[in-house]
């Protein structure tokens, strides 16, 4: 019904720059939140950062003033550019988004991206 499909992930050097990329598809009829999240080994999942549609975005604390995150709501999009990159970056990062699908009737639903792997050397 609805599919998050991610790119931009890699390998990069410490202080370096990164720009995520995620596309949603399908049967959406409304995005309200797009959000990043990562998960490093053996860590739990986080928010990194997040965009509700028409507000303002959100970042954790350890990414603020480094990373941006935009959505593009015309064509279903959110980007994060992620700036001074650090080893405690390194991670699976996820692209998550909050829809209301119209595949059967109108129902709300999360969704997730397959994740895209950022490693950031020393």
């Known amino acids: 019904q609805v599919q998050l499909v991610e790119s931009g992930g890699g390998l990069v050097q410490a202080g370096g720059s990164l720009r995520l990329s995620c596309a949603a598809s399908?049967?959406?009829?409304?995005?309200?939140?797009m959000a990043w999240y990562r998960q490093a080994p053996g860590k739990q999942r986080e928010l990194v950062a997040g965009?509700?549609?028409?507000?303002?975005?959100n970042y954790a604390d350890a990414v603020k003033g480094r990373f941006t995150v935009a959505r593009d709501n015309e064509k279903n999009t959110v980007d994060l550019q992620m700036n001074s990159l650090d080893p405690e970056d390194t991670g699976v990062y996820y692209c998550?988004?909050?829809?209301?699908?119209?595949?059967?009737?109108?129902?709300?639903?999360?969704?997730w991206g397959q994740g895209t792997q950022v490693t950031v050397s020393p």
């Open positions: 399908g049967s959406i009829f409304r995005i309200y939140t």
């Open positions: 998550y988004a909050d829809v209301l699908d119209s595949f059967r009737g109108l129902s709300r639903g999360s969704y």
């Open positions: 965009i509700p549609d028409g507000g303002n975005a």
